[in-house]
């Protein structure tokens, strides 16, 4: 099996069903007493969060750039960021290290191709929603996105709870409205992808009338397959 390098703890909730959810993958592809072969470099968020609130998107770069290359160094065949809103500075991170960096938005853009999903509603943080990063890459694989009209309440949940582990009913029914408020408009947008990792905490298959993109299960199970390969 290949190795993989974790960074994670934006936020360690979600990281932590990274952890779960990869480990289990490989139990059950491999059998046994299997699991991933695997370092994680799981960082302080607050000071991230501060960085992001300021644009300081280098500063931030710099820093999770440093926890790559530590990766490789420790012997990692393979780099993983476990958050989506920090592929903002991926470019930064590629630049530092000479093995594979395993992309979440282009494992999310092959997952919708898969399923014939031309058309999605991306839920995220707000710089996952309104700015292009992350929106580009699904684009350039002719994958039309939409964003909810308003972003505020869905960035609001996602720092003020989800990050901190907590799942309130209220939250989650807000993002069904939203949902649904969006397919009335567009009726044919055909899935929903959950770009950031912690909302897989607060909403399920069931939640919407069409597909659910969980962004955490999708890049594990690509981690899965290079780890397997």
């Known amino acids: 099996m290949q190795s993989i390098g974790l960074i994670g703890g934006m936020s360690w ?49 710099k820093q999770l750039a440093t926890a790559a290359a530590a990766l490789e160094r420790a012997g990692a065949q393979g ?16 630049e530092a290290i000479s093995v594979p960096f395993l992309h979440i938005a282009h494992a999310t853009a092959r997952a919708l191709l898969d399923e014939n ?34 972003t505020a309440e869905i960035d609001r949940i996602i720092f003020e709870e989800l990050c901190k582990g907590k799942v309130c009913e209220p939250s989650k029914a807000y993002y069904v409205r939203v949902i649904q408020e969006h397919l009335n408009a567009h009726p044919a947008t055909q899935g929903v992808v959950l770009g950031c990792t912690e909302i897989g905490m607060l909403l399920e298959a069931k939640d919407a009338k069409i597909p659910l993109f969980d962004t955490t299960e999708i890049h594990v199970n690509a981690l899965k397959e290079f780890i397997l390969a």
């Open 79 to 94: 780099i993983a960021l476990c958050t989506n809103t920090m592929h903002k500075i991926a470019p930064m991170i590629s």
């Open 117 to 150: 999903v031309r058309e999605i509603l991306l839920l995220g943080t707000r710089f996952t929603m309104q700015e292009a990063f992350y929106k580009e890459v699904l684009i350039e694989q002719g994958i039309r996105v939409h964003i909810p009209q308003e």
């Open 13 to 61: 909730e979600s990281t932590s069903h990274y952890y779960t959810k990869l480990n289990r993958a490989i139990g059950a592809a491999k059998g046994g007493l299997h699991s991933a072969p695997l370092w994680l470099h799981s960082v302080d968020f607050a000071p991230i969060e501060v960085l992001q609130r300021e644009g300081k998107w280098e500063e931030a770069g």
